[in-house]
């Protein structure tokens, strides 16, 4: 068992989110942000960059024998499979699209893990000023007031979140399960940053969310809704050998009372 003092690590967390959202918020601000384009015309912008190169450094600085796994620089995902050695895993900027284009639905996220799960997570807008926290075994907050979610059972009231990829090549299947929730849900929203999206699962802002996604987009989000009282899983099997806590395939995420019916909707 670790001797990790986990409230050290979600302050100096903490820290960085807000040193990290308030330097993308006036790079905005001030039109300093330029754009780029990585594989399958995915969007980065330099303040994505700026945000990375600020959070890195903190952490290599102060925890120098800590890996890190990072959207943008350390974005070695196999990293991931092993959470048994310190892992800290971040997304400089989550939303880049709705960055870029003036949205506010924007977010940094940073997760710390250990003995094989994530500890620490904060997922911060500085948009919003909205600022969604957790240890692990402590609850989650917002601004520093405690968040549950919705507890719904009725299937045709809930609001559903979900993303599609930037890969465009094979949409059916992603179209087809986005049919079937809309269908059977009050509605379905694509808001365009998932660790934002999981977060308002976990204060019941959406009942529930389904899509595929990197662990940056994740880690983080997952543990808050996880201690807000939201059942996070998968709705097809986890590949045999694979550790289940940050595998991106086919994420379910949502009120536990939905969450077998959500299930069934979404299998392929």
Known sequence: MSNTNYKILHDFALD???QAGQL???????NRVTRNYKALNELITSADLKSDKLITDAIRERYPHHRILSEETFNDSSL???LNDPLWIIDPIDGTVNYAHGHHHVAVSIAYAEEGEVKVGIVLNPFQKETFTAIRGK?????GEGIEV????????????????????NLRPFIERFLKMQTCCADVRRLGSASLDICWV???RLDGLYESLEPWDFAAARLIAEEAGARCGHFNPVPAGVLPNLYGEDILISTPELYEVLESLAKS
């Not at 993308?24 to 001030?30: C, I, L």
């Not at 609850?139 to 601004?143: A, E, P």
Request: negative net charge; proline residues 2%; charged residues 20%.
């Open 139 to 143: 609850g989650s907050f917002l601004n």
């Open 80 to 82: 991931a499979e092993n």
């Open 202 to 204: 976990a204060c019941g």
């Open 24 to 30: 993308v918020q006036q790079e905005r601000e001030h």
């Open 150 to 169: 919705s507890h719904l059972l009725e299937l045709n009231r809930a609001l559903i979140g979900t993303g599609f990829p930037y890969d465009k090549s």
């Open 16 to 18: 960085l989110a807000h």
